[in-house]
């Protein structure tokens, strides 16, 4: 395995990936979607576990996936310590919002529909908006319709909600 990355001498013979040899260097190996997970000791010691996942994703085009995928790994932590309302309610939004932002809209849906009536005035003006994009952007303009249809938004919102009703009804 550490021949692989290029750890290691290979001393006869070659490395295959898929049936295609590949020089084993380190950063290359990594674009191809092998990963090397250092065992015990092995890991930056000086960093703090949330800095080595992200030195871990350091060929990441897009730096944000990183930083989401942590923040909903502490969001779902979160729910298992059985939360008050008010907590449980902010993870859900936060994790459904996240879910929206990488594409997975029903995953959103399903995080949004677990929210109760405990959440920031902020936050519960905004929660209608992106149930509805989750819905438009996984096809369904007749739920995004419903929901922006029998939506009450406040002044901040309510021009953006009549365009994206316009948007779902055509």
């Not at 990963?35 to 010691?45: K, L, M, N």
């Not at 009536?117 to 952007?137: I, Y």
């Amino acid at each position: 395995l550490k021949s692989i990355f290029g750890l290691a001498p290979i001393s006869t013979g070659q490395v295959l990936w898929h049936e295609k040899a590949i020089k084993p260097v380190s950063h290359e190996v990594v674009k191809m979607g092998i990963a090397f997970v250092p065992q015990g000791r092995r890991v930056f010691t000086r960093l703090t576990v949330e800095e080595n996942l992200e030195v871990g994703g350091f060929v990441v085009k897009d730096k944000s996936l990183i930083k989401n995928r942590i923040a909903e790994g502490i969001f779902e932590r979160l729910l298992q310590d059985t939360p008050t309302p008010s907590v449980r309610d902010r993870a859900w939004y936060y994790l459904g919002k996240l879910r929206y932002e990488r594409g997975l809209y029903a995953e959103a849906l399903a995080s949004f529909a677990k929210i109760g009536s405990d959440l920031p005035e902020a936050l519960a003006a905004e929660l209608p908006m992106l149930v509805a994009q989750s819905h438009m952007a996984s096809g369904d303009f007749d739920g995004a319709e419903r929901v922006l249809a029998a939506w009450d938004a406040p002044d901040s919102w309510l021009a953006y909600a009549r365009y994206n009703l316009g948007v779902a009804l055509i």
